[in-house]
């Protein structure tokens, strides 16, 4: 049987989520993504009939997954060495990407809604922002924290990481990462130690 030289669904998702990380998504037309993925135009429209918002949305979910995964296993060994691994993470995001890439959950969750309603895109951001902070509260509490100190760290650690990606791309620099990495590791670790 010939294999298909369309391009596959998760393909599409993934050079849009990159296209996002890079430019944001009001600055990113469907074409672009589709172009970027190297998708035919129609293709991209076959998978996502409704367009940008959905197509956007799916990559930020495909991007939450990717990094939760990479995050459950490095919380394996405990939240510290989970928050490392999550800082290491976006550390090397933006330096291959030569500063120009950054988290596609974040570009969405910035960017004011074009009709003053929650599109696809941004509810989908605040469901994986939602699913980042759980894991790592889930990982404190099981390693001594109590669940309000939890709760908190993790959403700090999320902001701060977020935060700190936007900051060394204006910088083009590792400093706020590598800065924030020192501090937020010395928090885990006075919070799981009882």
């Given at each position: 049987?010939?294999?298909?030289?369309?391009?596959?669904?998760?393909?599409?998702?993934?050079?849009?989520?990159?296209?996002?990380?890079?430019?944001?998504?009001?600055?990113?037309?469907?074409?672009?993504m589709a172009k970027h993925a190297k998708a035919p135009l129609g293709s991209t429209y076959h998978y996502f009939p409704e367009g940008k918002q959905q197509l956007a949305a799916e990559a930020i979910r495909f991007t939450g997954e990717?990094?939760?995964?990479?995050?459950?296993?490095?919380?394996?060994?405990?939240?510290?060495?989970?928050?490392?691994a999550f800082l290491g993470l976006w550390r090397k995001i933006v330096v291959d990407s030569d500063f120009h890439a950054g988290c596609p959950v974040l570009a969405v969750a910035i960017e004011?809604?074009?009709?003053?309603?929650?599109?696809?895109?941004?509810?989908?951001?605040?469901?994986?922002?939602?699913?980042?902070?759980?894991?790592?509260?889930?990982?404190?509490?099981a390693h001594g924290a109590e669940a309000e100190q939890a709760a908190q760290l993790a959403t700090l650690v999320v902001a701060a990481v977020e935060g700190t990606v936007a900051m060394c791309r204006a910088?083009?620099?590792?400093?706020?990462?590598?800065?924030?990495?020192?501090?937020?590791?010395v928090l885990i670790a006075a919070a799981t130690v009882k």
């Open positions: 049987m010939a294999k298909s030289s369309a391009p596959s669904r998760e393909r599409i998702v993934a050079g849009a989520a990159d296209m996002i990380s890079r430019r944001g998504l009001s600055a990113t037309s469907i074409r672009e990717w990094v939760a995964r990479g995050l459950r296993k490095e919380l394996e060994a405990g939240p510290v060495e989970g928050v490392r004011e809604p074009q009709d003053g309603g929650t599109p696809p895109a941004l509810t989908a951001a605040a469901e994986v922002f939602g699913q980042w902070e759980t894991l790592l509260a889930d990982s404190l509490r910088q083009r620099s590792t400093q706020p990462l590598d800065r924030t990495a020192e501090q937020l590791q």
